[in-house]
Each structure stands twice: as C-alpha cells, then as structure tokens.
C-alpha cells in the first residue's frame, strides 16, 4: 500500500500540495515586537516601556504590578511568601470618538474611576500627569486612536476657541500676527536662544567665582587685621 506524502493532506486533491505560511501572527510574536508594531506610527509614550511587568504594557492596569508579602499565622506567628496579583478582567467598553466598543483588559480600580470621570473617552483624554502615568503603552495606543477621530479634533477646536487661542496651528498663528516664520528663521532663533542660555549660564558661573574671590579676599584681610592688633 503506498503512503502519501507528509507535505500532502488526505482533504487534497492528488497532485496538489498545501501552501504553508511562515510569516509569525502578531498573538505569537514576543512583546517587544508587538509593541513595535503598534507603536510604530504613534508618538512616543513619554514614560517608556513597563520591562518588569510587561502585561501592563497590553492594557489598562493604573501603573499596578505584583505585590509580594507574607501570610501570617495568626496562633504560630509563622510567615509564609506569596503575592498579590492585580485584579485583571477582559471588558467591552463603549467609545463615544470610535463609535464602537473596544476589547481591553482593564483592572477593577481603573474601571471604578472609568465610571467616575464618566466614560472610556474621558478617562484617556486626561490631561494630568499622574493620568498619562497610569495609561501606559496600552492605554497611551488608544488615547492616540481616540485623538484621531473627528469628534475629538472637534472638542479640542471648540476649547481653543472658548479659551481665546487661534483655531489652526502654528504658521496660522503667526498669520494672524503678521507673518510666516520659514524653518530657517525658526532655527536661527532656537539657535539664539541657545546662545543667550549659554551667556545666562557663563554669568552665573562667573558671579559665583566672584562671590567666592571675594570671600577669600576678605578671609585675608580680616586675618591681616587680627595679626596688626596682636
């Protein structure tokens, strides 16, 4: 009886060999290829890469980790290591921007203050320091997709103009106050800038020089003066 080829499924017609892929899915490739591959079109997340608890780096865990501690017997008093893992669950949560529900691991606190603040799109559109601290790469992908959206430009238009400041961006600006800045000329003055941060700096440096020559000149004759009295 002949047997057929390893390479050959017995659902295939005869002669016909299957096609293999060896290209490697995105599930299957380690975290820092696939951190690559989702951050590579997005600003850099200020804070970088979570290295000791790389998972966070997939969701919404609030800068949580993995706690260590010990058990203690309440009659023995003996103590036995163990840890506490974060509270992790895999929700569907709504987008107002996107328009759609989005898959995302998210911990028990950061979804109590998700309800809190009023929404997914609010809780990522947070400006404050400690909030982009705790969106992590995950969290900092999806504030990007959300920034993206035409709802959200529209938001950010209408605050700039209830806070006074022109509707475009740079070059509009300096339209309206009478003329272009080319990137020559922008250079040129970053370049100034520099420059007189340099001077600023020498000053400093040198008054501090002084400051301590004076002193030493004064130490001197102060002891000048106490050998002329003795």
Not at 52 to 67: D, V
Not at 83 to 107: E, T, Y
Not at 205 to 210: I, K, M, N, Q, S
Request: proline share 5%.
């Amino acid at each position: 009886m002949a047997c057929r080829p390893s390479s050959v499924s017995p659902f295939t017609a005869p002669g016909v060999r299957r096609t293999f892929h060896t290209t490697t899915p995105l599930s299957a490739r380690p975290a820092a290829s696939q951190l690559a591959h989702q951050h590579a079109t997005i600003p850099p997340y200020p804070h970088g890469i979570s290295h000791w608890y790389k998972q966070s780096n997939f969701g919404l865990y609030g800068a949580s980790r993995p706690q260590s501690g010990n058990t203690v017997s309440s009659r023995t008093e003996t103590k036995n290591r163990r840890k506490w893992f974060p509270n992790i669950h895999s929700q569907r949560l709504w987008s107002d921007a996107l328009d759609r529900f989005v898959r995302v691991k998210v911990q028990a606190r950061v979804m109590r203050t998700i309800d809190k603040v009023g929404g997914l799109d609010e809780y990522l559109l947070g400006e404050k320091a400690g909030r982009v601290r705790e969106l992590g790469m995950g969290g900092w992908a999806l504030r990007w997709r959300l920034m993206r959206t035409e709802k959200v430009k529209e938001r950010f238009r209408l605050q700039r103009v209830a806070m006074g400041l022109p509707e475009g961006g740079y070059e509009e600006a300096m339209e309206a106050e009478g003329g272009v800045v080319s990137e020559g000329e922008a250079v040129d003055r970053e370049r100034a800038i520099d420059r007189i941060l340099d001077k600023e700096t020498k000053r400093e440096d040198a008054g501090v020089e002084l400051v301590n020559l004076e002193a030493a000149q004064i130490g001197e004759l102060i002891k000048e003066s106490s050998r002329a009295t003795i």
